[in-house]
C-alpha cells in the first residue's frame, strides 16, 4: 500500500526559500516515479517538476526553472523539493505524487497522492 505526506510548508517572505519533504511509503524510486504538483483554489493543479525513474530526469516548468530543485535520498522512500527565490505567484497548496507508469508529467498521470502543504508567500 502506497502512503505519500508532504511536509515543510509555511509563511515565507519574497525572496526567501522553503525545503519541502516528500515521505512515503511503499514506494521505491527505482520502480515508481515522482512529482512535485501545486494548486491554487480556483485553479487547476499544475505540475511544478516530475522525475523520470528510469534516468533520474527532471523535468521543471517555465514558472519554477532555476529556482526550484528537486532530489530522492538514495533511501529509495523520501523525495524534496528546495524553493528559492521564493515569489507570492508561488503561493499554494503543494502536492508530492508518485506512480509506477508515466513518465507524463501531468496531475491526471499520478495514482498516488499525499494530503498537500500549504506555502503562503507574502511580505
Known amino acids: 500500500q502506497v502512503q505519500i505526506a508532504e511536509s515543510g510548508g509555511g509563511l515565507v517572505q519574497p525572496g526567501g526559500s522553503l525545503r519541502l519533504t516528500c515521505s512515503t511509503s511503499?514506494?521505491?524510486?527505482?520502480?515508481?516515479?515522482v512529482a512535485w504538483f501545486r494548486q491554487v483554489p480556483g485553479k487547476e493543479r499544475e505540475a511544478v517538476g516530475c522525475?523520470?525513474?528510469?534516468?533520474?530526469?527532471?523535468y521543471y516548468s517555465d514558472s519554477v526553472k532555476g529556482r526550484f530543485t528537486i532530489s530522492r535520498d538514495n533511501d529509495g522512500k523520501t523525495a524534496y523539493l528546495q524553493m528559492d527565490d521564493l515569489k507570492p505567484e508561488d503561493t499554494g497548496v503543494y502536492y508530492c505524487?508518485?506512480?509506477?507508469?508515466?513518465?507524463?508529467?501531468?496531475?491526471?498521470?499520478?495514482?498516488?497522492w499525499g494530503q498537500g502543504t500549504q506555502v503562503t508567500v507574502s511580505s
Open positions: 505524487a508518485s506512480d509506477i507508469f508515466g513518465p507524463v508529467c501531468r496531475p491526471e498521470e499520478y495514482e498516488y
Open positions: 511503499g514506494v521505491i524510486w527505482t520502480y515508481y516515479h
Open positions: 522525475v523520470n525513474k528510469s534516468d533520474g530526469s527532471i
